[in-house]
Each structure stands twice: as structure tokens, then as C-alpha cells.
């Protein structure tokens, strides 16, 4: 099943998110982006093309950066108006999460294989204190 993908964000993130997904794994135009509040322009027409863009036959992914934001406020309401289920919304972003779902290797996206990979994905505060104690041996630590 075709997979559509875009990152709505407050500020350049969603740029940012982009360049990075071109630069590991080149995929940074499989993503559309839209960089909210950077001009006084209205986005809402841009995510209305992207919902319309994802077929029946389709599955949409939407990225935004803040759970509760207006971002995501206007993304969830004009998901909603459009009724379509094959459109997920995922908030509170981040770079490993979007990359999973777009290199994702599974046909079709459920709410299961989101929810794997989200919790897969999560902010990991990490441990600076090396298995030998030595600052040398930093293989071991990674």
C-alpha cells in the first residue's frame, strides 16, 4: 500500500527533519514538509491538498511537532472534517520515529506498528558512565 508522508511544524523543524531524512537515508523528497508561522501565509490550504492528495487505497502519515499546538490543532481538525481513517496524526515528533514509519518495511501502517514504533522511538536520557569506567573505551558503550 502507497504511504504518503508530511511534517507540519512550527519554525524550519519540519526543513530540518527533512534534510536529515535526505541526508541518512535519502529520502528527504518522499516527505512533504509545510514550515508554519515563518510568513503570515495560511498553511490550512497545504494540509487540505495533503489530505485530499492520500487516495482510499492510500495511507497518510502527518507529523507535527507539539501535542495541543496550533500545528497540530489545525492538522487534527481538518483530518476530522475530511473523515478519512486512513490518515494517522502523531504529535510530539521526533527524528528516529519518522524515519522508522518512512522506511518502514510493512505494507500497510496500524495503529499496533505505529504505537511499537513510537514507544521504540522515545527520548532516552543516557548513562555517561562507561562498563569499565575507562573514557577510552567508548565501542563498549555504544
Not at 507540519?8 to 535526505?22: I, R, V
Not at 514538509?33 to 490550512?44: C, K, P
Not at 494540509?47 to 485530499?52: C, E, P
Given at each position: ?40 501565509e495560511d498553511y490550512t ?98
Amino acid at each position: 500500500m502507497k504511504k504518503k508522508f508530511l511534517i507540519a511544524s512550527h519554525g524550519k523543524l519540519a526543513a530540518g527533519l527533512q534534510s536529515s531524512l535526505e541526508i541518512l537515508a535519502n529520502k528527504g523528497k518522499d516527505v512533504e514538509i509545510i514550515n508554519a508561522y515563518l510568513t503570515e501565509e495560511d498553511y490550512t490550504p497545504k494540509i487540505t491538498a495533503f489530505i485530499a492528495s492520500v487516495q482510499s487505497d492510500e495511507q497518510g502519515v502527518i507529523f507535527t511537532d507539539l501535542f495541543g499546538g496550533s500545528v497540530n490543532q489545525k492538522v487534527v481538525n481538518q483530518v476530522l472534517t475530511a473523515k478519512k481513517d486512513n490518515i494517522f496524526v502523531i504529535s510530539n515528533t521526533n527524528l528516529p520515529i519518522v524515519l522508522s514509519l518512512l522506511l518502514s518495511p510493512d505494507d500497510t501502517l496500524t495503529r499496533e506498528n505505529i504505537t511499537a514504533t513510537i514507544r521504540d522511538g522515545q527520548v532516552t536520557l543516557l548513562s555517561l558512565t562507561l562498563p569499565t569506567g575507562k573514557t577510552d573505551d567508548l565501542d563498549a558503550f555504544f
